[in-house]
């Protein structure tokens, strides 16, 4: 399955360069029963197969197994690496912005997997941000545009985008 990023092209447009980079270092997934066990493990809240999570992208790179094998079942197991503050469920689509904040504060900067030229190019963000009522609203408008929508059982991917502006098409299916 490929990645999808929750970054988006429209982000340089609406956000600083700070949003940008850390946007373009979440991943946008669908929980498989592997995460929702995973979660348990991590005490996080009950969550259900097939509800959208974001995750630190180099966590979910990394091999859960040292021999870098993949699990009997054949399932991505991408889930195993990303665990604790490097993986996290919003309720809702509004709940993204917050969840992304505490991502960068608490995992993001001291994340094992980043790579020194990522590291190095995070340092070199720090201190610039967009306004925080101007990110929420476009946080919206992105995971639309991603097609997440929101359920009475957490967000799920809709398989239809809502542009965020001119020419803006994306898809995100389960």
Not at 31 to 53: C, F, H, N, S, W
């Amino acid at each position: 399955r490929p990645r999808v990023l929750l970054a988006i092209d429209e982000d340089k447009e609406w956000l600083s360069d700070t949003d940008c980079f850390v946007r373009s270092n979440v991943e946008v997934f669908v929980a498989t029963a592997l995460d929702v066990e995973q979660a348990k493990l991590d005490r996080k809240y009950p969550i259900a197969e097939g509800q959208v999570g974001i995750r630190c992208l180099h966590c979910a790179s990394t091999a859960p197994e040292s021999d870098g094998s993949v699990p009997p079942s054949g399932e991505d197991d991408r889930s195993r690496g990303a665990r604790g503050n490097a993986v996290s469920y919003p309720y809702s689509i509004s709940g993204i912005y917050e969840s992304v904040r505490e991502f960068q504060r608490l995992h993001l900067e001291s994340c094992r997997n980043l790579t020194p030229e990522v590291r190095s190019r995070l340092l070199g963000h720090q201190g610039s941000a967009s306004l925080s009522s101007v990110l929420r609203r476009y946080y919206v408008m992105a995971a639309k545009a991603l097609g997440m929508v929101d359920t009475n059982d957490g967000i799920r991917a809709s398989g239809e985008s809502v542009g965020v502006g001119s020419g803006a098409t994306f898809e995100f299916a389960s």
